[in-house]
């Protein structure tokens, strides 16, 4: 399973979530707790936003580790939103296209799961796109599909009919469970989400008032004060706006 983090708040510079904290998303690249593997190596990407609508976009293919600019690029970039993940990868190949997050106008999305039945339900849910959301695909993930799904049924105007419509789509498979636990963003607002079919949805936590007064989100907690993290409740969209926060829960 992959690793998230996410903040909305203040213009920060990226290190102070990614890179510098005790439990950061760098550390658990190699040394995840709450995930079937302590090591997520294939690939890493950020996505920021700063004076314009659309965001900016970095990702690789090594393990966060293992690449050096990783670290400048997170101390020099300040910004008062952005999304942050490492891959474990289920579906698709370790190729740049394949890593998040994935953009597409002012949108910008992780992901962390799996779609088990993916290849048996491909094909439409390919073909239930839009032709500008299908001509847009890059990679061969089941994250990527997700993401552009949520976007034609209306992500835009209303995020929690979104995730509810895609969730149908997907369906249930038989064997094991659909997982998806997401952060996105269009620039103005963070969003987390955590669903599985059966069992237990991948982690996702809300920080309280940091430091500066943002909050974050994460897979895991970035620090030991357990006390200022909250998981996200399954089925339930946390919604992180300028001014305000809510939950809102989803029936799935």
Known sequence: MCRIAAYHGPSIPLENIVTAPRHSLLEQSQHATEAKLAVNGDGFGLSWYGDGPLPG??????????????????????????????????????????????????????????????ASIRRRLEGALPDDLYAARQGSTDSEV????????????????ALLATLDQIGPAVDAPVKLTCCFTDGETLYGFRHASFGSA???????????????????????????????PENTLCRLGPTDSAMAPIAA
Request: hydrophobic residues 40%.
């Open 146 to 161: 997700i993401f552009l799904t949520l976007l034609a049924n209306g992500l835009d105007d209303d995020p929690q009919a």
């Open 57 to 118: 976009l970095f990702r690789d293919v090594l393990p966060a580790w293992a690449d050096s600019n990783l670290a400048h690029l997170c101390r020099m970039v300040h910004s008062p939103l952005f999304l942050a993940h490492i891959r474990a990868s289920t579906v698709g190949e370790t190729s740049r296209v394949n890593c998040h997050p994935f953009v597409h106008g002012r949108w910008s999305f992780c992901h962390n799961g799996q779609i088990p039945h993916f």
């Open 202 to 232: 991948p982690t996702l936590y809300l920080s309280g008032s940091l430091d500066n007064g943002g909050r974050a989100m994460a897979s895991e907690p970035l620090c030991s004060t357990a006390n200022r993290w909250t998981m996200i």
